[in-house]
Every structure is written in C-alpha cells, then in structure tokens.
C-alpha cells in the first residue's frame, strides 16, 4: 500500500473577505486511519473540509489529497477527485424531492450504470447499516433530524469512497444511535480501507473512535495527539476541551470590542 | 451630494455586474444542458411540474379574458354592424398578443416564482453543494432541467390560454348575446393566418418562455442563501420577469407587425 498519507495539508491559510478564519494549519491524514478534528463552533472546521473537497480556494498554502494539490485541479480532474470522497454534511442536506430511497440512490445512478435490481440492493444494503432500511420510502420532510443525518450518511458512502469526511455526525443523536454511528464510522473506514476525517464536539464518543485528534483554536492548530496522549494531556486547551470547562483558554465569544467597553458606548 | 453620486454609480455598476453574472450564466445554462437532453425524463419531470402547476390558472384566465373580449368587443363591433367579426377579433386579440403576454405573465408568477423559491431553497439548505461534493454539476442536473422545463412548457401553456380565450369568447358572442354560429367560426377561419398570426404568437410565447425560465433559474441560484434572500429573489423573480416580457413584447411586436 501507498505509504505517503492521503491528506496533507500544508500550511493552509484562509479567509472569507479580510476576516481570517484558518492561518498556518499543517495537518496529516494518515491512508487507513480516523481523524478527528475538533474546537469550538465557528473555529473553521466545516471551512476546513470545504478546502479539502475544493469548494474554497486556500488563501495560501495548500491541500494534497492522494498526491494531487486541490486547489491546482482542472474541474475535470476535482470531480474524479470528488467521486473518490464521501461527506457528510452537518445538516444533512439530503435532496428534499427525493424520497430516502433516490436520495442513497443518487450517486449510484449518476455515476454507474449499475441496473436498478443491483442499486436497489446495494441502497438497502446502506440503509440497513444505518439502521433505517424500513424507511426507504419516506420522504426527508418525515424524518427526524436524526434519522436525516443517519440517510445522509448512508448516501455519503455509497459509492465506497477512499477518503470519507463528517461534519458533526453525532450532532443531535441519540445515546444509542450515537454509539452505534460512531462504531459504524470506525467499521466503514476499516473496511473499505478508506481514510476518514470526523469533524466533532463529541469528545468521549471520538476518543473510543479515532487514531488521532487535533485541537483547532481561532483558526490555528493548538494541540495534537493520539487518544490515549489526548485523555492524559495537561494542555489547558486540551483539558478544557475534554472535560467541558467554560473558563479556560477557549474562547466562547465570536470575537468584539470587549462587553464593558460596549456598555460604556451605549452610555455614552 | 458626492455621497448621493457615489450611491448612483454603486448602484448601476452592481446592477450591470449582475447582468453580466446573468449573462455567463445563460451560458452555462447551454453548456451544460447536454444531461437535460440525454436524460429527457429529468426536463419532462420539470415540464410536467411548471406545466401542471400552471394549467388551473392558465385555462381559468384564459375563458375569463376571451369572456370579456366577447362582451367588449360585440359592443364595439355591432355600432359598425359587424358584429359577425366577433370571431376575428376574439382570435386575433388572444393569438397574437393576450395569450403569450398574458400567459406568460401568469406563468411567471407561479411557475417561475416556485422555480425560483426552489433552486433557492436547495441552495440554503446545502443540498446544491452537497451536490456538488457529490461529483455532479447542480447547474447539468437542477438549473437546466428546469430552465428547459419552462422553455418547453410555455409555448403549450398560451395556445391552452388562447383556446380557452376563443371558447370564452364564443361562449358569450354565439350562446349569450346570439352572434351567428356561422360567421363567427368562417370568419375567423379565413382571417386568422398561420404565418402572420399564429406563428408569430408562438415565436413570442416562446421568447416569453426563456425570458422567464432564466430569470427564474438565475434568482434561484443567485439568491442569498437564508429565508429572506430566497424570498427576496422570489419576488424579484415576479418583477423583473414581468417588466422584461412586456418590454420584449412591444419589440417583437414592433418586428413582427410593421407595416401589416
Ligand atoms: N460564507 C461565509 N462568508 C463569510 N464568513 C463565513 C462564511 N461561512 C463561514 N464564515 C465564518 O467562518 C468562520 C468559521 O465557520 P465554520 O463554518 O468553518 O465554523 P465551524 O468550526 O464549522 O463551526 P460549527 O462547529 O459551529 O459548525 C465562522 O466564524 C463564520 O462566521
Ligand atoms: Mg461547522
């Protein structure tokens, strides 16, 4: 097997108009391993896997995926690359006019022209691994939010990808289907000898998942490790995070001019 | 003073960068239109949408409007003693001028609108980047299918308003007020030309149809991605579709009728 990691990412910066969002991230995605990516919300995670599937543009620095820079790809060749991904987004983002069934579908019947007997197999095949297979013929409106990320799931690694991202897939789950799709994230990438990048809050859930954690904090990279050298770590960032303090060095505020200052203007 | 010159010249350069966004859009729209002709059930699907949506209003305004046309025009018409040219008159107000403009009017408002709220929504919601992530073009695979659905869907939607409009017309000329059955139905046979009158009517519907199909689809697409930019380019959908159909029609008409 290929030794060089599937994802390198290199000192990526990024901004949306002159706001930075992400500066100076080095990060690797080892081929076969799960990935999480973790930080507070608004910190740049789903930009992050946005430039990783090429929808942005870095700013400077770049993406490598399977040996190709992202960002350097004829749209040709960013569409062969996006075949060969699955994501997840983080609010599903299933196809409101298609029932459950076409949405897992969709991907099968855009780009094979496997006969419908072999799509209907496999989709339920999908479905049945995440536990909605009675639910094909339900329309997205009648799911729960759930039960939509559970399908949106199913429809992200249907063409079997070889890198696989999450954006929050435990967000708004169930204790158990929250364990069961975080085994399931773990299965799926093992056994398609795939590479996976969970994007998460859910810091116990991804301990008992992933190989490697980072900590991403107003857009740079703070902190880095395995799980069990994230569980034992004494980094402030990391020991906030874990055990889920509001004080600490994480910032909770979308960045402003300091509150007294503010309440003095409106006094003023 | 300068602040209100520097708002005006803001004002247009944003206008025409849009036009121009339009504009690469239209092109878009035909590069990429391959899939709606290979998968043709992807466009009937849409042509059966706008078209079906569309149908209750259409025929309802079209026998109103020919309703009308028969009542105002029997009143012209037998001043002049010539009320047996109902008929022309009735087909011919709606061929060549009521039932495109009319119809595309309406289509418009709900075909178009909903077209717009759509790709908009989808837009909102992720679904047209998820797409995207997916490996397959949003514009090959949702814009155009639409876009073409439309183009198609209006030509049949103003011959239905016409027809409607001619059975309205006789309806009160010849069942009401007793115009002769006769005359009404030969005159305007004899008078009524298929190139002059009928075709011209189409080539019209048709203009209206991508006129309309474009604006719709690009307000979609172009929309803010949150509830008040889909409903913003909703109604911006209605405006700016109907001022451009009535400014093309007095140029097509201007081209078609000159002289006749
Ligand atoms: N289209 C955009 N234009 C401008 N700024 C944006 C845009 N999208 C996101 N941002 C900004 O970029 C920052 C990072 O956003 P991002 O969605 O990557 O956060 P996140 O880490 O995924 O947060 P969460 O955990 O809440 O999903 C946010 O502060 C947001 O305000
Ligand atoms: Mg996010």
């Known amino acids: 097997m290929n030794q060089e990691p599937l994802v390198q990412i290199r000192d990526l910066n990024f901004s949306y108009d002159s706001r930075k969002i992400l500066s100076g991230i080095n990060l690797t995605i080892p081929r076969g391993k799960v990935v999480a990516i973790m930080g507070s919300s608004g910190c740049g995670k789903t930009t992050l896997l946005r430039l990783i599937g090429g929808q942005l543009k870095p700013s400077s620095g770049e993406v490598k995926v399977n040996g190709q820079v992202v960002h350097e790809l004829s749209p040709e060749a960013l569409y062969a690359m996006r075949r060969r991904t699955g994501m997840l987004f983080q609010f599903g983002a299933l196809f409101t006019d298609m029932s459950v069934f076409d949405n897992v579908a969709f991907q099968m019947r855009e780009h094979t022209d496997l006969p419908e007997e072999l799509i209907h197999d496999l989709v339920m095949m999908k479905l049945h691994a995440v536990g909605l297979r009675g639910a094909h013929n339900l329309m997205p409106s009648e799911l729960s939010g759930g039960m939509a990320r559970r399908v949106a799931l199913a429809r992200s690694i249907s063409l079997d990808p070889m890198l696989m991202m999450y954006d929050e897939p435990f967000a708004g789950l169930d204790p158990i289907s929250l364990s069961i799709v975080g085994v399931l994230i773990r299965k799926l990438n093992d056994a398609l000898g795939a590479s996976s990048v969970v994007v998460t809050h859910d810091v116990q859930e991804s301990l008992k998942i992933v190989d490697y954690i980072y900590f991403v904090s107003a857009g740079k990279i703070v902190a880095e490790g395995t799980a069990d050298e994230i569980r034992q770590s004494k980094t402030p960032y990391v020991h906030q995070f874990v055990w889920g303090e509001a004080d600490g060095p994480v910032p909770f505020h979308y960045p402003s001019v300091p509150y007294g200052d503010e309440l003095m203007q409106a006094v003023n | ?260």
Request: aromatic share 10%.
């Open chain 2, 1 to 260: 003073m300068t602040k209100l010159l520097a708002n005006l010249g803001h004002q247009v350069t944003s206008r025409l960068w849009r036009l121009g966004f339009a504009s690469r859009f239209f092109l878009a729209i035909f590069l990429y239109s391959g899939t709606s002709f290979r998968r043709l059930q992807l466009t009937l699907r849409e042509v059966f949408f706008s078209g079906v949506m569309s149908l209750i209003i259409i025929m309802v305004s079209g026998l109103f409007v020919g309703m009308v046309l028969g009542l105002q025009g029997y009143d012209t018409l037998q001043r002049y003693g010539s009320a047996e040219a109902l008929g022309i008159l009735v087909a011919l107000s709606l061929v060549r001028e009521l039932g495109p403009v009319v119809a595309a009017l309406l289509f418009a408002s709900r075909a178009g609108s909903a077209i717009t709220a759509e790709i908009g929504l989808m837009k909102a919601t992720e679904q047209l980047s998820a797409m995207e992530m997916m490996a397959v073009n949003p514009i090959a695979r949702v814009v155009a299918p639409r876009f073409w659905g439309g183009v198609i869907s209006m030509p049949l939607l103003a011959a239905l308003f016409s027809a409607m409009g001619i059975f309205g017309g006789y309806l009160v000329g010849v069942v009401l007020i007793g115009v002769d059955e006769g005359s009404f139905w030969s005159q305007m046979q004899a008078t009524v030309d298929f190139r002059e009158d009928i075709v011209n009517g189409i080539i019209k519907s048709f203009v209206f149809g991508v006129i309309v199909s474009w604006v719709a689809v690009f307000e979609g697409y172009d929309a803010e991605p949150t509830a008040e930019g889909v409903s913003g380019a909703t109604t911006r959908t209605v405006v700016t579709s109907s001022l451009a159909i009535l400014a093309a029609d007095f140029v097509l008409t201007a081209l078609m009728f000159r002289g006749v």
